[in-house]
């Protein structure tokens, strides 16, 4: 079974702090890892891909990736009580082209 | 900014009935997806198709379930005799590439079954 693991949270933290999310992943044969922001009640929203080992910055966003420890991060800068959502993470693995996706962690920002 | 459409937004059905649920992806996409929400659940993944075939199914998606696209621009979702634990909401994606997983995903349809 292929699972992906994240901690549901919620996680708390005030307005202008880094938030950190965290996921792990079963299978080393996993290519390419999303990290989606959902909104209660709405849809899915891309907010960072990462294919290779290291760090990818993008605005206030930067995932983060290692494949040797299967474990794929999400760090927030300067957060905003906007950022309040579920964050979901999302494997793909190789030969396919369908996602995987955990459970999603809850981010609560506070002002 | 292009999207994926989806109708209706929400559906009541009784058990037993036949539900279409419909997409029009982004035009320049070649990639549909079918993906449904239980309520407080994870995102599970239904069927990917591409080239007027399905690519992938997962085990979810059994007999009862089928997709098609009758025409240039819509993708439908079909569930032939909805059983109570159908109810969750179904959600519509399309990408322009298989392999990178940018899925663009729709604003879903929401399935009660009563």
């Known amino acids: 079974q292929k699972e992906v693991e994240q901690n549901s949270g919620p996680l708390s933290v005030p307005e202008g702090a880094i938030a950190s999310l965290n996921c792990t992943y079963s299978d080393r044969g996993s290519q390419s890892f999303f990290w989606y922001r959902q909104y209660s009640g709405k849809s899915p929203e891309l907010i960072m891909f990462i294919y290779s080992n290291g760090d990818k910055e993008d605005g206030r966003f930067t995932a983060q990736l290692n494949k040797a420890s299967q474990y794929v991060s999400l760090l927030i800068r300067d957060s905003q009580p906007s950022d309040s959502a579920t964050y979901l993470c999302a494997v793909n693995l190789d030969n396919t082209d369908k996602l995987i996706f955990g459970t999603g962690t809850r981010l609560q920002v506070f002002p | 900014e292009p999207e994926v459409t989806q109708t209706p937004s ?101 399935l009660t079954v009563l």
Not at chain 2, 81 to 98: I, V
């Open chain 2, 10 to 110: 929400h559906q009541v059905t009784q058990m037993g009935q036949e539900v279409i649920l419909r997409c029009v992806p982004i035009s320049n996409h070649l990639y549909f997806y079918w993906y449904r929400q239980i309520l407080g659940q994870k995102v599970e993944f239904l069927v990917s198709f591409y080239n007027n075939e399905i690519s992938e199914k997962s085990e979810i998606f059994d007999d009862q379930f089928s997709v098609e696209r009758p025409d240039g621009s819509n993708f439908t979702l079909k569930i032939r005799s909805t059983k109570l634990e159908d109810s969750a909401m179904y959600f519509c994606a399309s990408s322009d590439s298989s392999s990178t997983g940018e899925l663009f995903f729709g604003e879903g349809s929401r």
